[in-house]
């Protein structure tokens, strides 16, 4: 049974830190891995990936220079190192996985996705 599971979520102020992590089983973990998220009332967007090496990283411009994806294949886990966090950051953190074959945060070319955690960053 495939799962992914997303932890690190929590309540901080603005200029806090948090770090998601997303831990995958039943699959090889060969894959891309993504961060999106999703605000009340809005899309889902893109917010990070990385490839399976792990030397090819990419960011949405909202969070570039304060947000680092990495990940342990190991462990089978991707995490989400949030720094300088905005109460604009609030929103429901999803992890997928997937292997991109055009624009690497587009949310259709991941096929397997965890639960999600809440992120909230008050002013």
């Known amino acids: 049974q495939v799962q992914m599971v997303e932890s690190g979520g929590g309540s901080v102020q603005a200029g806090g830190s948090l770090r998601l992590s997303c831990t995958a089983s039943?699959?090889?973990?060969?894959?891309?891995m993504g961060w999106f998220r999703q605000a009340p009332g809005k899309e889902r967007e893109g917010v990070s990936c990385?490839?399976?090496?792990?030397?090819?990283?990419y960011y949405a411009d909202s969070v570039l220079g304060r947000f680092t994806i990495s990940r342990d294949n190991a462990k089978k886990t991707v995490y989400l190192q949030m720094n300088s966090l905005k109460p604009e950051d609030t929103a429901m953190y999803y992890c997928?996985?997937?292997?991109?074959?055009?624009?690497?945060?587009?949310?259709?070319?991941?096929?397997?996705w965890g639960q999600g955690t809440q992120v909230t960053v008050s002013s």
């Open positions: 990385i490839t399976w090496s792990g030397d090819t990283p």
């Open positions: 997928a996985a997937g292997l991109p074959t055009g624009a690497v945060l587009n949310e259709n070319e991941y096929n397997t």
């Open positions: 039943g699959l090889t973990f060969d894959t891309a």
